[in-house]
């Protein structure tokens, strides 16, 4: 069966960077994107980018784009997401999910990882 | 970008209930469009793709409808298991989320 499992918890200082893993198994690793969304404390759903294991494109929210870096290592199916010069209001769940484009949705999501950006 | 506008923010229901939420894109979007159900501590799960499809495994009473800028999920008949949050989501090479509604017990 498809499973999306994601690194955990991270506790970061302001400044500081973090990197969360997203390893996939079940279906064809490069056949499909890697999407990444985050959800502040009781705020809803931002989207931030998505990458192609396969080809290596990539997709930017606006907003991350500079400051968030989406990679993936095909030899392990695994997806990284790497986000830089953390701040407080980046406190959030970070979510991926694989991306089905021909639905144009994320269908099997991880289960989240707490980033805490605090001093 | 594409915004998209989703309401109401707040539904309150009963069981049996028929409940539909609107979300409204800012441009047209064709029909890429989906519908998510968010319970708390949990991931989303996809239950509408491209408009109106239904994702397998999700039960008939949702549904979907819409095309360009206006789309509705509808619930036929609200469940114990469906009081949760909803998303909207487009799909036009980037995403976008709409603000969430919470379905809520009245």
């Known amino acids: 069966q498809i499973q999306v499992v994601q690194s955990g918890p991270e506790v970061k200082k302001p400044g500081a960077s973090v990197k969360v893993r997203c390893e996939a198994s079940g279906y064809t690793f490069s056949s499909y994107a890697i999407t990444w969304v985050r959800q502040a404390p009781g705020q809803g759903l931002e989207w931030m980018g998505w990458i192609s294991p396969s080809s290596g494109n990539t997709n930017y929210a606006q907003k991350f784009q500079g400051r968030v870096t989406l990679t993936t290592d095909t030899s392990t199916s695994t997806a990284y997401m790497e986000m830089r010069s953390l701040r407080s209001d980046d406190t959030a769940v970070y979510y991926c999910?694989?991306?089905?484009?021909?639905?144009?949705?994320?269908?099997?999501w991880g289960q989240g990882t707490l980033v805490t950006v605090s001093s | 970008d594409i915004q998209m506008t989703q309401s109401p923010s707040t539904l309150s229901a009963s069981v049996g209930d028929r409940v539909t939420i609107t979300c409204r894109a800012s441009q047209s979007i064709g029909n890429w469009l989906a519908w998510y159900q968010q319970k708390p501590g949990k991931a989303p799960k996809v239950l509408i793709y491209q408009a109106s499809a239904l994702e397998s495994g999700v039960p008939s009473r949702f549904s979907g409808s819409g095309s360009g800028t206006e789309f509705t999920l509808t619930i036929s008949s609200l469940q114990p298991d469906d009081f949760a949050n909803y998303y909207c989501?487009?799909?036009?090479?980037?995403?976008?989320f709409g603000q969430g509604t919470k379905v809520e017990i009245k």
């Open positions: 989501q487009q799909y036009n090479s980037h995403w976008t």
């Open positions: 999910a694989r991306f089905n484009a021909i639905h144009g949705c994320g269908d099997y």
